[in-house]
């Protein structure tokens, strides 16, 4: 595993310093709720979302959606905000409308979702399937999936933000692929998000998207902060160091998360979950105190070390 | 490969026990169906009217399964869909283009072989599952499911007693690679067992066949 880059953070924590003036030392202040701030708006959202790759692709059985709308219950009732999905997911964003429409409390909700094709037309008809499957009138993000054709999907997308429909637009890449043409595209496109993997093991992320997107003012989502269950699978039964109690960590999920949200660069990790305690156990990196850049090294450590 | 999954062992399991469940109790039929085809496969006459169930089987399960149900959770189950399809086709015009024609019997490894296939597809297979406290409902079966019905496919090729066209094994095989790879992924170990038979059987019978052409060339 790479070491971390002492250096590097310092850097970077002094170049976003503007950002966390705006919002997040407030936020940190607050002993409810760890929000970040949208750097192109201001607005805060919770540190938390959830993703829904997988979790909620459930098909018409209703037994499994009437869980998941559990799941999603809990993700509101314990101060969540955005919710991430994709047209690639199967049948989760029509799950999610089936949920949402359950529901009587969404408040705080950030919906985003992605465009995933490399038809311009197609595209269009994605957005348009996904305003009628979620239930929504307007979406607070819409995202090109894994940079398909984002040229022409991008104009398709400042049109809608344009008419009002969509608040923010972003680009999406995983698995840590792409970074260089994300890069490309951070540095030459007036774009609100963008949304990458990074987590203790996969720390690409930092030599360039991560400071990149400080000093540009791009809000960053972090996809698959448990790669995809391997690292709590890979800790699980393995002791959590004792100083973690110190930031009430008590599982390795939370320690995992933490890790991923108190970068300063990330506006908020999304990790995805099927199971309501799971869901309790990522909301509540909420309410307990993010390591500094010293203790951020202690983790990387002491994960090595196992 | 991960990426190429994009449901849960659990939902995958919940869509096969709702598809069973809205079937049932057909599964029965079905079964005594293929245990009748080893019958049937056998006779210079009768063979032909197993070939069709068999075709029957992959057009049916192409579309009900793969395009109405398995889509709901997995977009390139379209492409499952027409594949089988396409397979259900293929079998039935081989059956009208070679009907009445009887080289040989198979030799008796291959008449076993094929035995031992079909009864794995429609017997052994769904068994082990539902042994291992998986609930009843998750049982595979030819004709119901893909897997079994790529064995009870290859099985019943090796009784018939006319050559069959090599091309006829493409889709079979391709898709017991896929369903292997795609129990591995999901941890289904169990679930490993046919799909591995079946591409050793094929890759054994394609080495016969070979070297039965090559001999004959020489």
């Known amino acids: 595993m790479k070491q971390q880059s002492r250096r590097t953070f310092i850097k970077l924590a002094a170049a976003s310093s503007a950002l966390f003036a705006t919002g997040t030392t407030k936020a940190l202040a607050t002993p409810t709720l760890l929000r970040r701030p949208i750097p192109k708006s201001g607005e805060l959202i919770p540190a938390i979302g959830m993703g829904t790759w997988v979790t909620f692709n459930v098909g018409d059985n209703i037994s499994l959606r009437d869980q998941r709308t559990d799941v999603l219950k809990t993700f509101f009732d314990l101060g969540g905000g955005m919710i991430d999905s994709s047209p690639m997911y199967g049948s989760a964003e029509d799950v999610m409308g089936y949920s949402l429409a359950k529901l009587s409390n969404t408040q705080g909700m950030l919906s985003a979702t992605k465009i995933w094709t490399s038809s311009k037309d197609e595209g269009r008809s994605q957005i348009n399937d996904s305003f009628r499957l979620w239930g929504l009138k307007k979406f607070d993000l819409f995202q090109v999936h894994k940079l398909l054709n984002w040229e022409e999907h991008l104009d398709t997308l400042r049109e809608r933000r344009a008419a009002g429909q969509i608040r923010y637009i972003g680009i999406t890449t995983s698995h840590g692929s792409r970074h260089s043409e994300m890069a490309r595209t951070m540095e030459t496109q007036d774009i609100d998000f963008v949304q990458f993997t990074y987590n203790v093991e996969d720390r690409d992320a930092e030599d360039r998207l991560l400071p990149l997107a400080a000093d540009k003012g791009i809000a960053v989502i972090i996809n698959r902060p448990f790669q995809r269950g391997t690292l709590t699978n890979r800790f699980e039964g393995k002791p959590l160091p004792t100083w973690a109690s110190e930031y009430g960590i008590t599982s390795w999920a939370q320690y995992l998360l933490k890790f991923v949200v108190s970068h300063p660069a990330v506006t908020c990790a999304i990790p995805a979950t099927s199971k309501v305690e799971h869901m309790k156990e990522n909301m509540n990196v909420l309410q307990t105190r993010l390591p500094d850049i010293k203790d951020r090294q202690r983790m990387l450590d002491y994960v090595q070390s196992l | ?218």
């Open chain 2, 1 to 218: 490969m991960d990426r190429l999954i994009p449901y849960s062992t659990d939902v995958y399991n919940a869509i096969i026990s709702d598809h069973n469940l809205s079937l049932w109790p057909l599964q029965v039929f079905v079964v005594v169906l293929c245990l009748s085809v080893i019958g049937l496969a056998r006779r210079g006459g009768a063979n032909n009217v197993a070939f069709m169930i068999l075709a029957v089987f992959w057009i049916w399960y192409g579309v009900h399964f793969h395009i109405t149900t398995y889509a709901t959770i997995n977009r390139a189950a379209h492409y499952f869909g027409y594949a089988f399809i396409i397979q259900g086709v293929a079998i039935a015009l081989w059956t009208f283009w070679t009907r009445g024609q009887f080289v040989k019997p198979q030799h008796r490894v291959w008449v076993w072989a094929g035995i031992g296939l079909i009864i794995s597809a429609a017997v052994l297979h769904p068994l082990l599952l539902t042994a291992m406290n998986a609930p009843i409902t998750y049982a595979e079966i030819p004709g119901v499911m893909p897997m079994p019905t790529a064995a009870l496919t290859l099985g019943v090729l090796f009784l018939m007693p006319q050559r069959f066209a090599l091309w006829l094994l493409v889709i079979p095989v391709t898709w017991s690679l896929w369903d292997g790879m795609s129990a591995w992924t999901l941890g289904q170990n169990l679930s490993l067992i046919l799909p591995c038979i079946v591409v050793i059987a094929a890759f054994c019978w394609i080495m016969k066949t070979l070297s039965n052409h090559g001999s004959s060339v020489r």
